[in-house]
C-alpha cells in the first residue's frame, strides 16, 4: 500500500497505527490533517506530505 493511500485510510505509513483527523483554524482558513496517536506525525490531507513541526531537540543528530 503507497503512502498516500495509507493517509488516505487513517493508517500512519511510519508506524502503522490509526491515526487521528485533526482540524485548526489558521488565521480566516481552517486546515485539515490526519495526525498519528502513536508517533506523533501529522500529515497534509490533501497531499500526504509529512507536515510534522519538528523540534530541535526530537531530531536524533
Do not use: A, H, V
Amino acid at each position: 500500500m503507497t503512502n498516500k493511500k495509507m493517509i488516505e485510510d487513517g493508517i500512519c505509513p511510519y508506524c502503522n497505527k490509526k491515526m487521528s483527523y485533526e482540524d485548526g483554524e489558521n488565521g480566516y482558513t481552517t486546515e485539515y490533517w490526519w495526525e498519528c496517536e502513536e508517533c506523533g506525525r501529522s500529515y497534509d490531507e490533501d497531499s500526504g506530505e509529512d507536515i510534522t513541526q519538528y523540534e530541535f531537540w526530537d531530531l536524533d543528530c
